[in-house]
């Protein structure tokens, strides 16, 4: 069946939901003009006609199938379908894909070779001269989860008639198709409120912006299946084939304001840590109980003497009825806060490798490899003094032999080794950081990753015959390395397509559902209060908060100084982009003109 061509009307749609239905579709069409390469297009390019199919298929209430062909064109929201079936009207009405999409459904846009605009095309034409078919699917809802060769075959009464039907047939050699699917809808997260139990008492705090939808997620529960929890699991199996094991409970991941730790590394990491305001609550209180959601009981173990020791504020304020002065406590940013209450505790295992795993939390600046919030397993183990060395080489050995055949599972039979772990000494002359090169990704800054650190200057005075050796591990990253997953925050998605990638038993290369997502640019400028000062991460953590995560790199681009005023102003360049949600040019300036108000306001600074 030959399609129909027909100019782009510029109307507006609305996008919804429809369920039982399906669309897939065929396109070829010539690209004319588009816009800026790298901010994603504010209207939909015009003037791009093509031959393509749209094939339809829905059901009635009685069960029958339809089917009807059409062709689609870039709208101001997406993708508009405008059917061209048998027994239609000449001027039919246009509606959008995504309205007769089912949740499962796919979209399916077959475009000439280097119309798409995006890496898959070989050559790859410029943004603005392409159809920029990412960024247009975007404003619809939906992502690119999918890129194939085109096949005429494959598509039944398809026949290439070319431009308004004349005999100048379209070239399909190197055609590629495109494959859409929903994404899930980017709504504006507002931070939860949490609620645990200690005894008779009900306390609750409030997530942090920054952190919004990564507390309490519960990937190392027994019920998970997390890739975090496979390899945590692959790597404590793998120590444990060598050295006896202890398995410990990780408590509450909130800690008291004067939580200090014998290791420097955490006195320092308590400066960036995520401090939160912990409310006392009488359990006849229902004030909150329609906002709350209740810590699970893994996280529920810490002591009530948090509560004697911290200040409560000015006991002169009455504080509001059924709520208690609030207690200021941190999230902590290491496990490595607990280790003097695992050496300390009475059944202690000298000899055997203490094992802890749990969340953790810190502020930190953006960029690919570095996250706000992750899973660290800590390795606790105490041996003789006169044995210490040959027990710590025996240790950091299989440590390396296990790190290096995780990280190998995804490698083809005949391929060389491309990950090796190395255990770097650090000034002291007695710490490691274990380095991991990987070519993986082909990014600098994955050719020399960090995944974790061993400390054997740890003692206790209750074990002063011991000394002990304590190995952190980073499990997302080390995850990541080992799925070549080149971005952290699909770790921590709600999308339910993620978890199929993972079979249980089986090791193989992560493959991203979204594909080639629109990056968009922002520069933002301000004059810096010189009383208040200037905190960059706090900067970071700002844009965090309010583009929930979608900005994935901040460059300071310069430095200002007025030449009479004195005063200072500095100019940051902010790139938006997601890994798993459609994202469009107008949510991205609808977060920039809230970043510039929230810098004003909690950093003090004017913008420009």
């Not at 048998?86 to 959008?96: I, L």
């Given at each position: 069946m030959q399609s129909r061509h027909q100019p782009l009307t510029g109307e507006k749609e609305a996008l919804g939901d429809f369920e039982g239905s399906d669309v897939k579709n065929q396109r070829q069409g010539e690209s004319e003009q588009g816009v800026k390469e790298g901010h994603g297009p504010s209207t939909p390019p015009v003037g791009r006609r093509g031959e393509f199919l749209l094939r339809c298929r829905s059901e009635r209430d009685d069960g029958a199938k339809l089917y009807s062909n059409g062709h689609l064109s870039p709208a101001?929201?997406?993708?508009?379908?405008?059917?061209?079936?048998?027994?239609?009207?000449?001027?039919?009405?246009?509606?959008?894909?995504?309205?007769?999409?089912?949740?499962?459904?796919?979209?399916?846009?077959?475009?000439?070779?280097?119309?798409?605009?995006?890496?898959?095309?070989?050559?790859?034409?410029?943004?603005?001269?392409?159809?920029?078919?990412?960024?247009?699917?975007?404003?619809?809802?939906?992502?690119?989860?999918?890129?194939?060769?085109?096949?005429?075959?494959?598509?039944p009464g398809y026949k290439c008639t070319g431009y308004r039907s004349q005999d100048k047939p379209f070239h399909v050699e190197g055609a590629l198709n495109h494959v859409f699917t929903r994404s899930l809808p980017f709504e504006d997260s507002k931070p939860r409120i949490f609620r645990i139990k200690l005894g008779d008492k009900c306390f609750s705090f409030l997530e942090p912006e920054a952190l919004a939808g990564k507390l309490n997620r519960g990937f190392l529960e027994a019920s998970s299946c997390h890739p975090i929890k496979t390899i945590n699991e692959k790597l404590i199996a793998g120590l444990g084939s060598a050295f006896p094991l202890k398995m410990l409970k990780c408590s509450c991941p909130l800690l008291q304001q004067e939580s200090t730790s014998v290791f420097p590394s955490w006195n320092s990491d308590i400066l960036s840590a995520f401090w939160v305001n912990l409310y006392e609550h009488n359990l006849n209180c229902k004030s909150l109980v329609d906002e709350t959601q209740e810590i699970t009981e893994s996280l529920v173990s810490f002591s009530d003497r948090i509560f004697a020791r911290s200040p409560r504020g000015n006991g002169n304020k009455e504080a509001p009825e059924g709520i208690c002065e609030p207690v200021k406590v941190c999230l902590r940013s290491s496990l490595l806060v607990h280790v003097q209450a695992v050496i300390q505790a009475p059944d202690f295992l000298p000899g055997s490798l203490n094992i802890l795993s749990g969340p953790v939390f810190r502020k930190c600046h953006i960029s690919p490899f570095t996250m706000p919030?992750?899973?660290?397993?800590?390795?606790?183990?105490?041996?003789?003094?006169?044995l210490k060395h040959h027990c710590l080489l025996s240790l950091l050995d299989h440590l390396k032999a296990t790190l290096e055949s995780l990280l190998t599972q995804t490698l083809l039979e005949d391929a060389k080794l491309s990950s090796s772990v190395e255990f770097a000494l650090q000034p002291n002359g007695i710490d490691y950081m274990i380095h991991v090169k990987s070519p993986k990704f082909g990014l600098d800054c994955a050719k020399d990753l960090i995944i974790g650190s061993v400390i054997t200057s740890a003692i206790s005075i209750t074990h002063k015959d011991q000394c002990f050796v304590i190995i952190s591990i980073n499990l997302d990253l080390l995850t990541m390395l080992i799925w070549n997953i080149s971005d952290w925050r699909i770790l921590w998605t709600f999308d339910n397509r993620f978890l199929k990638n993972f079979v249980p038993e089986k090791i193989a290369p992560f493959k991203s559902y979204s594909l080639y997502p629109p990056c968009y640019v922002h520069d933002i400028s301000f004059w810096l209060n010189e009383k208040k000062g200037f905190d960059e991460l706090e900067f970071h953590t700002v844009a965090r908060a309010v583009s929930q995560d979608t900005i994935t790199s901040i460059q300071l681009l310069g430095r200002f100084q007025h030449p009479k005023t004195g005063q200072i102003s500095l100019c940051y360049r902010l790139t938006y982009q997601t890994c798993d949600k459609a994202l469009t040019q107008q949510q991205v300036a609808l977060r920039q003109l809230q970043f510039r108000k929230e810098i004003q306001q909690q950093l003090h600074v004017t913008p420009r």
């Open positions: 101001p929201s997406g993708f508009g379908w405008e059917s061209t079936g048998p027994g239609e009207s000449a001027a039919p009405a246009r509606t959008s894909c995504a309205d007769i999409l089912a949740e499962d459904g796919e979209v399916h846009v077959a475009l000439c070779r280097g119309q798409g605009g995006t890496p898959a095309d070989k050559p790859q034409r410029e943004w603005h001269n392409s159809w920029q078919v990412v960024a247009m699917a975007a404003l619809g809802g939906l992502i690119l989860s999918d890129v194939l060769p085109f096949s005429c075959d494959a598509v919030a992750f899973h660290e397993t800590l390795v606790i183990f105490g041996v003789n003094q006169n």
